[in-house]
């Protein structure tokens, strides 16, 4: 069975994040990840954190819901708090036989894993309080290219659908005796159902097209509610600017 990402599950919530322009929100919260990543002094990205989670409460989004996804983020990143510590020269802390823990190792290795969970954890905030829907309007009204936001439209609404017809092509494959063996005849059967996705992901993406121009479609995104900036919006949008755009001031300074 697939479980299917639902980034944007909690977004009928009511919190001051979900109530903020689309448009003002993306710009303001890329802006601040940004920032983040950029940091290079622990201290400071340590209050990028704080911002972070500080964000994710005042959306509301639960965090079990957030800790299924980081868990996966932990995955891709854990591994450099285990590997820099042994590999970064500097002052040494600790040595075990002929590794050595240096502090400068440590030190970078917290970076990389703050700055990582930082940016995560913003993304919530940022598109799990509205709609994938508005997420892709709020994108073309910032004037991303349109074929870029089409294509990021299609393949989250699309990917899920071949894989789901993957899944079933293998359970027909098994039910006719098919199993996975280290022989020249697993490669070529794998290779032949991946031809025949292609073909039906082809001829399905024919079909979609033909419905969606019988119905208007002009390659435009249509919503039911229109956009429209209201103070508040921008004065949600100055202070987190305003962070984003300090932390960086502080680490002149520092």
């Given at each position: ?210 419905a969606m121009v019988s119905r208007g479609y002009v390659g435009n995104i249509r ?32």
């Amino acid at each position: 069975m697939i479980q299917y990402p639902e980034i944007d599950r909690y977004s009928a919530l009511s919190s001051p994040i979900h109530d903020w322009d689309p448009r003002v929100k993306l710009v303001s919260i890329l802006i601040l990840i940004f920032s983040i990543v950029l940091l290079y002094d622990l201290k400071l990205a340590f209050i990028g954190l704080i911002v972070a989670v500080i964000m994710l409460f005042i959306s509301k989004i639960p965090l079990r819901f957030v800790g299924v996804y980081l868990k996966w983020v932990s995955f891709f990143i854990l591994p450099f708090f285990l590997i820099m510590p042994f590999t970064v020269q500097g002052t040494e802390l600790y040595r075990f036989h002929v590794l050595s823990v240096t502090y400068e190792g440590v030190t970078y290795a917290l970076l990389i894993c703050v700055r990582a969970f930082s940016a995560a954890l913003l993304i919530f905030p940022m598109i799990g309080t509205m709609k994938f829907g508005t997420t892709i309007k709020a994108l073309e009204s910032l004037k991303v290219p349109n074929k870029l936001v089409q294509m990021v439209m299609f393949t989250y609404r699309y990917i899920f659908v071949l894989t789901s017809e993957l899944q079933s092509m293998l359970r027909s494959m098994n039910s006719r005796g098919f199993a996975m063996r280290l022989s020249m005849q697993t490669p070529r059967t794998l290779g032949k159902a991946i031809g025949m996705l292609f073909v039906r992901s082809y001829e399905r993406s024919e079909r979609v097209y033909n419905a969606m121009v019988s119905r208007g479609y002009v390659g435009n995104i249509r919503t039911s509610h229109p956009f429209k900036l209201r103070d508040k919006d921008w004065l949600k949008a100055f202070p987190v600017i305003g962070i984003a755009i300090g932390l960086h001031c502080f680490a002149g300074i520092v």
